[in-house]
């Protein structure tokens, strides 16, 4: 077996390993390489096809995968090596991976190692609905690949669970591949996607919204034949008949690179505990991007991606990793916020990013740290699915002997 | 009616126990044939618990206490032939109140009776140290050595491939819909056409009673018992060392936590009996029954992802033994009633139907190259799997190409399944043979890039 060194291995080729890698080669870093499990760089975003990938980072509109190719390229342009078609299975010891690639089993050995796996949809299983297991219920990862990488037509009716970008994203696919949405559910009480996207689903494709309304069985066997569906409010069980289901958002952080290092999880988000320089519980272990919690926007990844550059290359340059971080923590109705951490030594000053369990509005949040409040911030809106932004400011006043800091909703009403 | 040929011997079912029928009267100068009305090991046999079982807790004199043990001996055997992953890892039968705990010592009895080692008593405090993550309140726990956990698709395709390549002829996606007696034996109909038999062996699982009475039997109904399990991620593995099995009833050997051999964890089964031979379907209540037990007996386990929830149907009758009969007028075998032991015992099965029919006047005697030796692609995590062999990926590329990237199973292996004799049909076939597409992802990843490369046939 051939063994490899690197000054950082950035595993994973999507918007936040490539613009990590991009970025760490441009402040001077010496060999980067980026391993990435499929035949091409990009990730997500290379089968996306609708517009608006890049605002953020990239300042313009592109498709996906046109944002995909930009990032790639700018990545090799930079001087960034760019390993695909190959994994990393497993560590085989402190910061030290083995591949398998066509090129062989080999072995990559770095300074610093930035996990920038990402996340995928919780499949049906995961999701726990009963019924049978037939073929033609899938995530919008498969969909998207079949109809964009794979050039599917497909015919017949479509429900799709979920009402967030990415399930207008899967209505916008299910249409042009041929098949017609007939359903479109939603737990919560509205969609949690612009208001424009969603006229556009239900004008455009004539998707009808079920708000408040979940998937409780499948039927069908080899294909599937229907599904049925329960009102949240009135407990009333519904039949819709339909040839495809697709199962969107609900991502799940692939945290297993993370885990088997040691690498302490957020509960909350189920991915790798960061402070807000991208730092994991182990020295010299990055996450960025997506693997931090399911999900954010290509661009916000992207962003995450870039901004660890300066955490790995202090640390590739020696400053000391952080002993105690001190937890940021939530309650519910929020449910997540990221970073869960602060390592209180060179860490950005970004906002942090905030989820609640449900839609709410008029939302005030409090950050205390024992019996001090830290921060109180108004949010006009936090939807589920969508991140809202809380300022960072309020950190440098922190004190990192005082483990957790929470943030609460003191007051919020309930989108109806 | 198209004439499909003339057999000596027509096996209906090829799962567990129809496949190891046919490969072990592969042995011998006959014309073979195995029907199944879809893909070898696709019904029942493919969602069992995956246990290598000792056979300790049948009941003493049943044919099922006889043929488990000897069974787990011969497909021990075989398995470490033609790379049947099995793991050793033993049992813990735990005792979760007084009730339960009263009861070990007949359980003890009954394994001595069936003629085991006796089995060892664990104390609480023990049982704790082996198994640290279980939850609270065991009393104290039977040691069960020699229960292992085995790859539950791989046997039957092993037993079906070794047959095909001795001559048995295997027709996959036919079902027989007619049967009639015949001067020389039976006549079968498939929708492809007729085939006479002198010997009819019954291995149809599920629909082994309709078949049975065709035949002009009678003397049992199978009533199918629907166990759901879940899969838990394969982080969860640390958990638990080996299989920890509850206080056993009458009915059923309650829900399990056992390691798999690809390094997940699995919860159940779940025993209801049902009336509908196709409800593989899974079920709300089973599901959270299932995991409201995980949450006691294991309690982090429930907090890991799922990977996979599924429902097998048990061929229970209302008989606690294996049916197993032959009938030497019109030269018809039953095998059926094989209610959760059917993997283990196929062998032996296979071994007693032999001996019967040799018995009964079926000549039997051996082809001169014997059984053709195979090798089975290793689906499990204890052996060197392709995409972490260096030296087979020097060799050929396609080796470290790995598609399922959650179950590394690589471009090289999904070729050969395609190109296997008893070549996948559809997904689910591809699955059984590679893992692909079982992994956490459930083919978020790769489902479009593998159904493309089956509708290709591997290319």
Redesign the interface.
Known sequence: ?SSERAEVVIVGGGPAGLSAAAELRMRGAGRVVVVE??LDPGGVPRHSHHTGFGLRDLHRSLSGPEYARRLADAATRAGAELMT?T?A?EWRGPLELEL??????TTLAADAVVLATGS???????R?I????P?GV??T??LQ??VY??G?RLAGRAVVVGAEHVSYSALATLHRAGARTVAMLTEHPRHQTFAAFALGGAVGYRAPLRTRTVL????G??RVEAVTVTDLQTGERSLIECELVVLTADW?PDH?LA?SAGARLDRATRGPLIDGAGRTTVPGLFAAGNITQGAEPADVAAITGRNVANAVAAHVHGSSWPRSPVRIVCAPPLRWIVPGAIGFAGESSGPLRLRALEALRDVLIEVRQAERVLHRQRLAQLMPGRSALLASTWIASADPGISPILVRAVSARRLR | MNEIGEFDVAIVGAGDVGAAIARELARFQLRVVLFDAGDVGAGTSKANTAILHTGFDARPGTLEAKLVPRGHALLSAYAEQVGIPVERTGALLVAWNEAELGRLGEIEENACACGHEPLGRVSAEQLYEREPDLGPGALAALEVPGEAIICPWTPPLAYATQALLAGVEIRRYERVTGLAATPDGWQLRTPAGAVGARWLINAAGLYADELHRQAGFDGFTVTPRRGELIVFDKLARPLVSQIVMPVPTSRTRGVLITPTVFGNVMLGPTAEDVTDKRATGTTAAGIERLRTLGRRLLPALVDYEVTATYAGLRAATEHDDYQLILDPDSRYVCAAGIRSTGLTASMAIAEWVREQLGDAGLELRETADGLPEIRMPNLGERSLRPYQDAERIAADPAYGEIVCLCERVTWGELRDALAAPLTPRDLDGLRRRTRVLTGRCQGFYCAAQVGRALEAGGR
Do not use: D
Request: hydrophobic share 30%; no cysteine; proline share 9%.
């Open positions: 077996m499990r499929e078609g994994q299975t398998t690639g066509p090129g062989g089993r995928w949809e919780r499949p049906r299983s995961a726990l009963p019924g049978t297991r073929e899938i995530t990862g498969i690949q079949l990488l794979q599917a409780s069985e499948i039927h066997s080899p799940i297993a885990i």
